[in-house]
Structure formats: structure tokens, C-alpha cells
């Protein structure tokens, strides 16, 4: 692919003590989108995280002092300078090989401000496990049952949309429940899903996993949510919520 075909596209990488995988992460994003902006944005790191992504060339790295990973990402949208907004999560658990498909689902689109692509976990190859597709099936089933459908994968972390719907979307989540709010608000909005699989290897808590059963609630608690899009949301003004981790 030429340096034009993510012309128009950030990648936003929001992390926090990600020393491990921050540096093939980011290596394997410039591979992979040539001519993209690429920003990481770190969040209280406490380890040689911002050493490793400052390693990489061609990489922008900023601050979010707000803990929470949703506070990330909106800092990397504020930081950001491309209309197409793709979330990409640090832990090297999504292929990035498969990414770019999604990413081109959006800027290839006629109307790209009324669709969102996400990465589809492929749980039929059983890369999925049972915890993550419970609790994602739960959610899919409070968002179907209220408003008639939903996304393939709620909580996937990998999704693409333009930086006008996301501000027009106006998120809350401080955190996790992040992917949860932007798949109810998407459905919400009337936006076009388009699916795409993505290989998905999940790492164990060893290993970094920083998701944890106390943030279920809040998921839950998302996907009830009855709070609607801001259609007069100015860009640049951006919320900022607390969050322990």
C-alpha cells in the first residue's frame, strides 16, 4: 500500500505500563499503515513504556494525566490531526496484519461519518475465551433487546470511525466500559456496522491483563445506559472522567 491509501487516518494507541509489547505493537502499526498518523498516548506509566514507544520512529507520543483508558483515547482524538479515528489497544492480543481491512472499510465508505468497522474476535475458532464471550454476549443481548440490534462484538478494542462522529458521540466512560458505550451509542445514532474478523490471542494477567471482574458492573451498567449522542458537541472539548485503573 502507498503512503496515500491512510492518508486521511490516526491510530490511536492509548497505554499504561505496557513495556513488554508497546515497541512491536507500534513497529508492527508502521509496517502495516504506511502514511498514517500514528499516536500513543501514555497514561501514568510507571515502567519503560514511553522509552519503548519513543523508540519507534514516526511515532507520536503523548500524555493523558487523567487515569483511565477511555481518557487515553480521547486525548489521542484531541491530539489527532486525520478526519478516520482507528482505536488500537497495546497488548498485542489483535493481529495487526488484520487490521487495516477495517481501517479501509471506513475510509472507502461514501458516508463515512455513518458507519463504524470493528474487529469481530473470531470466538467460532475458539480464539475467544469463555469469560470474554460470555459477558460479550450479555451485552449484545441488552443492546439487541433495546434497540432491535447490535454490533458482532461489543467490547472489542479494535474500531474505526470518523473523529466528527466520535465527537458527536460525546463519551463518558472512564475506562473499560469504553468499547461498551461506543457500540450502544452506535446503534443509538443509526450508524452502519461493518464487520471484520480479527485474530485475537488473549494474554493471561501474568502476562499483563489489566481488565479485572470489578469492572463488569460498569459494563453492564453501559449497556443500559439510556444517555443519547450530543449532536451539539463542539470538537476540541473533550471529558474527562475519574478512574482508578
Known sequence: MSNSTFAELAIIVPFVNEERTIGALLTDLVRCFPGAEIIAVDNNSTDSSVVEAEAIPKIIVTQEGWQGKANAMRKGVEVSTRSVIL????????RVDDMPDIALSVLNDADRDG??????????????????FGVNWLVRAIIKTRYGTSPDDCLTAVRCLTKATIYEMNTLSPNFSIETEISRLSVAMGLRIKSSMIRYTP??????KKIRWRHLMPIINEAFSSRLP???????????ASCDV
Open 115 to 132: 458507519v463504524m468497522a470493528i474487529g469481530v474476535r473470531a470466538w467460532q475458532l475458539n480464539w475467544l475465551p469463555v469469560i470474554s
Open 87 to 94: 482505536f488500537v489497544d497495546a497488548d498485542l492480543e489483535y
Open 203 to 208: 494474554r493471561t494477567y501474568e502476562e499483563g
Open 230 to 240: 450530543y449532536s451539539t458537541h463542539k470538537e476540541g472539548a473533550v471529558t474527562r
